[in-house]
């Protein structure tokens, strides 16, 4: 069983609808991340938790928010979704005691906004 | 601020050749470094990763990277590429101790193995 998942794995949406993409963990790492890849951008860092009561922005957080349920779950939200939203989007979980901060990566949701 | 470059968004190579990919970093304390592989239609994997131990480093299906302080350098390389090595590769910066957390990743490099 894959220790990062994420649902969906593929949506398409039309622009000005919320969605949310799910992630939950089995690793029990606290940090949790998500970050959205576009072809030549690489990826880059929308939000981020430490636990529970930690959220933090990232890079590009404008037109997302977040919501860490539990600490194997964490939601991406977009509340008034865009075309250039469309995007690849990747949750990652670390652990607190690895100083070195190696992420994992789910498999990903691609989400298209017509 | 740390950053991380690649050079060459694309690097073809025939089967059974020398694959290197190139990737420069920037940080104003020692680094880790790391070297992530993502298949098509997949998430990303970890390769191999640069914690400050032994500068060459050995990573899984043959690749290896070597850390080079005096050229702030972190280069993949492979001896023999194999078709299953085709796939992008991005190369990432954690800052040692760094309150943020986060990696800094480069834009990736898409590696094509030829027949």
């Known amino acids: 069983d894959a220790d990062v998942t994420q649902t969906p794995r593929n949506r398409i949406t039309k622009t000005g609808k919320r969605i949310m993409l799910e992630c939950s963990q089995t690793k029990g790492h606290d940090r949790m991340y998500w970050y959205r890849q576009d072809p030549g951008l690489g990826l880059r860092l929308i939000y981020y938790s430490f636990d529970v009561k930690d959220i933090n922005k990232g890079e590009i957080s404008d037109g997302y928010s977040v919501s860490r349920q539990a600490q194997a779950k964490f939601s991406l939200s977009l509340e008034s979704a865009i075309p250039n939203q469309t995007a690849l989007y990747f949750c990652?979980?670390?652990?607190?005691?690895?100083?070195?901060?190696?992420?994992?990566f789910g498999p990903g949701t691609r989400l298209t906004v017509l | 601020a740390q950053s991380v470059t690649q050079l060459g968004s694309h690097v073809s190579v025939s089967e059974g050749a020398l694959v290197l990919l190139r990737c420069n970093y920037s940080s104003s304390v020692p680094p880790y470094l790391f070297w992530y592989v993502q298949y098509p239609n997949q998430g990303l994997q970890l390769l191999l990763k640069y914690t400050s131990a032994a500068t060459l480093v050995k990573g899984i299906n043959g690749f290896e990277a070597e850390f080079k302080k005096s050229e702030t350098s972190f280069h993949l390389t492979k001896p023999s590429a194999h078709m299953s090595d085709a796939a992008e590769y991005f190369c990432a910066v954690s800052e040692h101790g760094g309150s943020q957390g986060n990696l800094i990743f480069g834009k990736g490099t898409k590696l094509s193995v030829k027949p």
């Open positions: 990652a979980t670390s652990d607190f005691s690895d100083r070195g901060n190696e992420q994992f």
